[in-house]
């Protein structure tokens, strides 16, 4: 191949492996706690950072209390789809929009942003510490810190956050560069926050084997016996969980 986009991933994986351990361990033990007191795992994300929440959302192998939130017009699916970035900076709406979830004391909300610049994953994060959440930052460290903050709080996510986890995402995200062309091409933070989370939960679910509790962790639907024992976790969470 002409380009090494695997090789730097690969690189920036490994990397991640070593430099987040400690904050990784936390978030995990973060989690394993709420899910030991029945509480919730939320996950915000604007645009494509809204990937994630998706990701960790009613997945085979992914844990059944976790809750994404959506807000309306900032999700890739709207049309046009430039209005995710307008409405991503735009004061006030997903605070808004959060403040309907029923965030609360001893749940985890995961906030998902790599430049963490813009007012939506701010006020999220703002408003489930209001609410007494656990507060989780995903996003690149270098990327925001060469940017001002576009929220009028002033501040940019890993600013306001109790955890951040640094995906190790360049400025700009796109990761490969081209001879002959000026700018960087494919992006990295998805590949990278996609394996830090479900690193996270992966370790989240041996802390609870520890304590004796097992994970509520959905089985593939195609698997024998997937939808029976999907069927009891959606029980459990339906009315709870949005979107069950």
Known sequence: MKTDYLSQTIRLLQETQTRLAPQMEQAAQWIADAITEDHLIWVFG???AGILAEELFYRAGGLACVSPLFVPGMTCQVRPVTL???LERRDGLAADTVREASIEPGDVLIIHSVSGRNAAPVEVALVGKERGAK???LTSLAYSQSVTA???TGKRLFEVVDLVLDNGAPEGDALV???G???RVSPVSTVLGAAILNAVMAEACALLLEKGIQPPVFLSANLEGGDAHN???LDRYRGRVLYL
């Open 46 to 48: 604007a645009s494509h």
């Open 177 to 179: 560069e081209l001879q």
């Open 231 to 233: 069927a009891r976790l």
């Open 135 to 137: 507060t989780i930052g």
């Open 84 to 86: 995710t970035s307008t």
């Open 150 to 152: 576009r929220s009028a």
């Open 181 to 183: 062309f000026a700018q």
